[in-house]
């Protein structure tokens, strides 16, 4: 059993046992206490806050999807990426309707950002990356939530690289140290969430010897991410389980998903002041495998109240 790292501020006596991830295959939800007579949790199975990132890829072709999992997981806040629908085409009826206050940055065919809070509104902070006036793109909202600032980003893919794409990925990676930095030390809680497009290391992709060249792998942008934890961001899923094969995202084709032939991409990063309140952190891989299923998987973290 491995304890979070003291390096995070957390006493002996204060750190928390890392809950174990699911086999391969297996439905992450199966330890939690559910309800009588339920095959789903109960949705009060966890105390403090769960916050969730789930890049849905598409929120029209996704909502069902979306839904059974907020019923099955309950988590109290979600990050959402790649919405692919304008303002006006997001599905905030239903998605209140499962008992979710949520505000979205929405953009046609492309992109598209949303922060859903269970039970409660997030108040909203800013809906653009600062840094950027020129920058249209919907790739970032940020709101609080019960005390809690979350950022809920979705950081351009960059391929082909190199090329104009990935020079809009390296400035956009630029801006987002930048804010950042002034996130980091602000002496409030903070969370940043979302699909990176980020492949950190070796071992957080599949047979990384065939991503080299590629916009989520290179040199640049790895040293970028690095240079973004290194303001004192802790990035939770490595905290926790500093060594062992996890993923997030599995391509539709060559079976990835059968063949755990995937990469991790989406990440969740805590500033100091959140990074004490880290319980447990995970990924939901089941729901990759269920009909219809985005190409991500939500991953998440869990934290103790204050």
């Given at each position: 059993m491995?304890?979070?790292?003291?390096?995070?501020?957390?006493?002996?006596?204060?750190?928390?046992?890392?809950?174990?991830?699911a086999p391969k295959g297996a439905d992450s939800t199966q330890n939690r206490p559910?309800?009588?007579?339920?095959?789903?949790?109960a949705v009060s199975y966890h105390r403090g806050m769960r916050v969730a990132t789930y890049n849905v890829n598409g929120i029209s072709a996704r909502l069902p999807n979306l839904l059974r999992w907020l019923a099955e997981a309950a988590p109290d806040v979600v990050c959402l990426q790649e919405l692919k629908a304008p303002q006006e085409k997001f599905p905030d009826a239903a998605i209140r309707d499962a008992g979710y206050g949520v505000i979205w940055h929405g953009q046609k065919s492309w992109n598209g950002?949303?922060?859903?809070?269970?039970?409660?509104?997030?108040?909203?902070?800013?809906r653009a990356l600062p840094g950027d006036a020129d920058d249209v793109n919907s790739r970032y909202i940020e709101a609080t939530v019960n005390g809690v600032v979350i950022g809920c980003l979705y950081l351009p893919n960059g391929n082909p690289a190199p090329g104009p794409k990935f020079d809009?990925?390296?400035r956009w990676l630029d801006r987002l140290i930048a804010h950042a930095?002034?996130?980091?030390?602000?002496?409030?809680?903070?969370?940043?969430?979302?699909?990176?497009?980020?492949?950190?290391?070796?071992?957080?992709?599949?047979?990384?010897?065939?991503?080299?060249?590629?916009?989520?792998?290179?040199?640049?942008?790895?040293?970028a991410?690095?240079?973004?934890?290194?303001?004192?961001?802790a990035d939770a899923i490595r905290v926790l389980h500093p060594d062992e094969q996890i993923y997030t995202f599995w391509d539709y084709f060559r079976n990835a998903y059968a063949r755990d032939a995937g990469l991790r991409i989406d990440h969740l990063l805590l500033n100091p002041p959140l990074a004490q309140r880290l319980?447990?952190?995970g990924v939901d891989r089941n729901v990759r495998g269920w009909e219809r299923a985005s190409d991500h998987a939500p991953t998440w973290v869990q934290l103790r109240d204050s």
């Open positions: 491995r304890w979070i790292s003291s390096r995070y501020g957390l006493s002996p006596s204060a750190r928390t046992p890392l809950s174990v991830r559910r309800s009588p007579g339920s095959r789903f949790p950002v949303a922060i859903l809070a269970r039970n409660s509104e997030p108040l909203e902070i800013r809009y990925k390296l930095a002034e996130l980091v030390s602000s002496g409030s809680p903070v969370l940043l969430a979302g699909d990176y497009n980020v492949i950190p290391t070796e071992r957080d992709v599949y047979k990384p010897e065939r991503w080299v060249d590629d916009a989520l792998f290179r040199v640049e942008v790895r040293e991410f690095a240079r973004l934890l290194a303001q004192g961001w319980a447990s952190a």
